[in-house]
Each structure stands twice: as C-alpha cells, then as structure tokens.
C-alpha cells in the first residue's frame, strides 16, 4: 500500500490554470502507476489520467487531452497534474490513486487500491 495526499486545489476562472500534486509515501514505486480521477457531485468518479512511474508513459480522457498535464518527479516523490484552459465542467473533487502497473492502463476507479483524501477544484464561469 501507499499513502496519497493531495494538494493544489483551489477556485479559479474558466480560462485559468492550476496545478495539482500528490505526495506519495510508503513503498517503492518503480511498478506502480498513478493516476488522477475527479467526481462531480451526483456524478461517478471518473478517470482523468495516467503515468507510469518507471517509464513516465501517460494516458488521458479524451475531455481533458491537449489541456491537462500529469507528471512526475522521483526526487520529491510527488505527482503532478497540471491544467491549463479550465472549464466549469472540470469543477470537480480531484483524487490521486495507486495501482500496479502492468503495461498498459486501466480507466476503471475500482483497478486503483490506493487513493488520497481528494482537493476540491472550483472553476468560475
């Protein structure tokens, strides 16, 4: 297991950016990918996007391709998800996750054991 914890979230205006970070503690991980997951009241947690630690290979929804940026830095141990041109649709509670990584990546919340507490993002029309 590893332990999340989220940061970075915030109110910001449509057309703005932020960046988000994940701190992660616990074991190595070299096999594991990370990634970050939103939910919108009343809504399912939905996937966002990936990385491996050990490759850097990443994965994006379709929604958030071209705008969003995960990344990783294995000095800090930490996970980055950068958003530039946000939309009030992107408004959302914001969770990083842990998973083994196998080659290839998983939407699915239910594939991920490990996840932070979540970092509200607020974007303003």
């Known amino acids: 297991q590893v332990q999340l914890v989220e940061s970075g979230g915030g109110l910001v205006q449509a057309g703005g950016s932020l960046r988000l970070s994940c701190a992660v503690s616990?074991?190595?991980?070299?096999?594991?990918?990370m990634g970050w997951f939103r939910q919108a009241p009343g809504k399912e947690r939905d996937f966002v996007a990936a990385i491996s630690w050990s490759t850097e290979n990443t994965y994006y929804a379709d929604s958030v391709k071209g705008r969003f940026t995960i990344s990783r830095d294995i000095a800090k141990n930490t996970v980055y998800l950068q958003m530039n041109s946000l939309k009030s649709d992107d408004t959302a509670v914001y969770y990083c996750?842990?998973?083994?990584?196998?080659?290839?990546?998983?939407?699915?919340?239910?594939?991920?054991?490990?996840w932070g507490q979540g970092t509200q993002v607020t974007v303003s029309s």
């Open positions: 996750a842990a998973r083994s990584y196998r080659g290839y990546f998983l939407r699915s919340s239910r594939e991920y054991g490990s």
């Open positions: 616990g074991r190595t991980l070299n096999t594991y990918a």
